[in-house]
């Protein structure tokens, strides 16, 4: 059974930083496509960054880049956030994401991902 276990959200002021963590299993995180969404209040999931060690794939949206890093631990099959340089509008649950398809790309679109875990909330103040 495939299960993703997402920690480390909180309170930070602007201009922090905060990494979260996603302890998967079920699968390796080296062999599927992992990444994060967030949802700020009353707006749309929106993808902030996909790993695939498969394809070699790394992919943040311009509202992230150069502020977030996602990357694996092979080791502890868990997949990592840093979030730097945070900004009020980075205030959202952020959920970790898996998918055992090729990664999409350029883009992360809701429907492209079939496990889901639970979400911690970020909030910047």
């Known amino acids: 059974e495939v299960q993703l276990q997402a920690s480390g959200g909180g309170l930070v002021q602007a201009g922090g930083s905060l990494s979260l963590s996603c302890v998967a299993s079920?699968?390796?995180?080296?062999?599927?496509?992992v990444g994060w969404f967030r949802q700020a209040p009353g707006k749309e999931r929106e993808g902030v960054s996909l790993?695939?060690?498969?394809?070699?794939?790394?992919w943040y949206p311009e509202s992230v880049k150069g502020r977030f890093a996602i990357s694996v631990d092979n080791a502890k099959n868990t997949v990592y956030l840093r979030m730097n340089g945070l900004k009020p509008e980075d205030t959202a649950v952020y959920y970790c994401?898996?998918?055992?398809?090729?990664?999409?790309?350029?883009?992360?679109?809701?429907?492209?991902?079939?496990?889901w875990g639970q979400g911690t909330l970020v909030t910047v103040s």
């Open positions: 994401v898996t998918d055992p398809g090729p990664p999409e790309i350029a883009t992360m679109t809701v429907r492209g991902y079939l496990y």
């Open positions: 079920g699968f390796n995180v080296n062999d599927w496509a």
């Open positions: 790993f695939s060690a498969t394809y070699d794939y790394t």
